[in-house]
């Protein structure tokens, strides 16, 4: 069965050589996630462990978009306006 990828998975992690220092041997979870979401800044690595876990967890892409949509949702829900506005430097401890 064909993956919503297509040749992207067929690459080597040899012909992937970012200039800027990723480390592409190794999957990363925020790559994974974002090839799960249809993103295209992922790897070989990041694609196979992607279509690792979907043969074992097939309802995964579904989970990661509505969970992608519940964070989307969060800025506008009523809650999120009662939060105090934060400063990185309070956020330092």
Request: include cysteine; glycine fraction near 8%.
């Amino acid at each position: 069965m064909p993956n919503e990828a297509g040749d992207r998975l067929a690459s080597s992690p040899a012909q992937e050589r970012p200039s800027n220092g990723i480390n592409v041997a190794n999957p990363n979870i925020a790559r994974i996630q974002g090839y799960l979401l249809g993103g295209k800044d992922n790897y070989c690595r990041d694609r196979e462990t992607a279509e690792k876990l979907l043969r074992v967890m097939p309802d995964l892409r579904r989970q990661v978009q509505e969970n992608r949509a519940f964070l989307g949702d969060l800025p506008t829900s009523p809650a999120w306006g009662e939060l105090p506005a934060m400063t990185s430097s309070q956020l330092v401890t």
